[in-house]
């Protein structure tokens, strides 16, 4: 293999061309006569028999050459990237140039991956939230589980907000009954808004067991068209009337919602829980506002492949987040109007900005000479064994060494910055934009547990 030149444009688009000279071009064709000489008809010979110059007499002395020249680039090319230290994001682009019986040359055009050139990352000063805890927060707290562990008690007074409720009811549209207005025994809480503006608020002051009558206007927005900016009336039949009542704050009810035997440990435990929260939450936003300025000092170019394939992770992203609430994306597209590749469009400024801050601290790893050592990079296969409930075998399939070698990096990258960086007291005149953090994970603050 010889490289006959390299060159490469600032989009990070290389073209290499490489020769293959005749012993190597030999070597290629007599493999491909090996492989394909049952493909020719030699009278005289049965197929595959006949010898290889026979073919080359009756077909030309190029019959071999194309597979001779589809079983040699690939190495040619896969050498050509390992001397060079060239690491592809896309597959490259072959033109064949050149052949005859000397040998033949090729033309591979590639993106690879780019490197950064970062700017100041040492002694960066960011606002860090103070963590504070005050009784009010752990009252908080403690309503809400209040409100989880709540239980419904039917009443005999009229209904009042947020008092649940058992009603039939029936819409029509000028005396006509319309479809999906029609409800038999449903459950209903008071101020939720899951009915029309207006009609909840109508319903209180009545009572169990009255029938009424309500009126409302659907919104200019409506999703059903047919309906949209109408006047309805419904005829409403109630049949009961319930309220939360909540568990008194004692021991009993620490006991009933936690470990814990009595009030004062549930109080000491949802304050620890408090604090370990916000003061992940104070460390996000001081991480983040450093990143953000590593960002603005970073000048990288980054090949339009990289952003296409971030795009579209940050759209597999979402649809999963939707899922996870129960919507599918095609239906959020058919609700909002939007397409896939519009949503694609107003996602590539963000996708540039998260791969932009990987190279970033790749590019300080490699500044400041960090390294994975091979335990380190064992215990974090270990590690996601464990939460994937697998083998590190398995995971070691999903996720080549050089991809989590890379996510180790960029976060000792993203640590060495935080180490060496000062945090300020006061808050910043304008709110720092979150970024995905270095190992290319959306940072998320952690959900107190019961």
């Known amino acids: 293999m010889n490289l006959k030149s390299m060159e490469k444009d600032e989009k990070n688009l290389v073209t290499l061309t490489i020769g293959l000279e005749s012993v190597e071009f030999e070597q290629a064709i007599e493999k491909a006569y090996k492989r394909d000489a049952g493909r020719f008809n030699v009278p005289g010979f049965r197929r595959g028999k006949a010898p290889r110059r026979m073919i080359e007499t009756i077909y030309g002395p190029s019959a071999f050459y194309e597979s001779a020249v589809n079983l040699s680039y690939p190495g040619a090319y896969e050498q050509a990237l390992r001397d060079n230290d060239l690491e592809p994001v896309e597959n490259a682009d072959i033109e064949v140039t050149d052949i005859g019986a000397e040998g033949y040359s090729f033309v591979a055009r590639v993106h690879v991956y780019p490197e950064a050139e970062v700017g100041a990352y040492k002694g960066l000063h960011a606002y860090r939230p103070p963590v504070e ?55 209903l809480t008071i101020g939720s808004g899951q009915f029309i503006p207006g009609f909840e608020e109508q319903l209180v002051g009545r009572s169990a067991g009255e029938d009424c009558q309500v009126t409302v206007t659907f919104p200019e927005d409506y999703h059903a068209a047919e309906l949209a900016g109408r006047e309805a009336v419904f005829f409403v039949t109630i049949h009961e009337v319930k309220e939360s009542e909540k568990p008194e704050l004692d021991d009993e009810f620490a006991k009933d919602v936690s470990q814990f035997d009595t009030l004062e440990e549930l109080r000491a435990d949802i304050r620890a829980k408090l604090e370990a929260q916000r003061a992940k939450h104070s460390d996000e936003i001081f991480e983040n506002a450093l990143a953000e300025q590593v960002y603005t000092a970073t000048e990288a170019e980054v090949p339009d492949v990289m952003i296409r394939e971030q795009q579209s992770e940050l759209l597999q992203d979402m649809a999963r987040r939707l899922s996870e609430q129960g919507m599918e994306l095609s239906s959020w597209l058919e609700a909002t109007g939007q397409t896939v590749e519009g949503l694609k469009d107003e996602m590539r400024a963000h996708a540039l900005r998260q791969i932009t801050v990987r190279l970033a601290f790749e590019k300080i790893a490699a500044l400041e000479e960090l390294e994975v050592p091979e335990e380190e990079l064992e215990a974090e296969y270990a590690k996601m064994a464990g939460q994937l409930k697998t083998s590190s075998k398995r ?42 953090s270095p190992s290319g994970t959306d940072a998320q603050s952690a959900e107190l547990e019961e």
């Open 133 to 187: 805890v005050d009784v009010g927060d752990i009252d908080a707290e403690l309503s809400r589980l209040q409100s989880r562990n709540a239980r419904l008690v039917t009443v005999s007074r009229p209904i009042q907000n947020n008092d649940a409720i058992t009603l039939d009811f029936e819409g029509f549209l000028d005396d006509i009954p319309f479809e999906g207005g029609k409800g038999e025994n449903f459950q």
């Open 395 to 436: 995971v070691k399939e999903a996720v080549p060494e050089k991809s989590l070698r890379r996510d180790l990096l960029r976060m000792k990258a993203s640590a060495f910055v935080k180490e060496n960086a000062f945090a300020d007291v006061q808050p910043p005149e304008q709110v720092v934009i979150r970024e995905q």
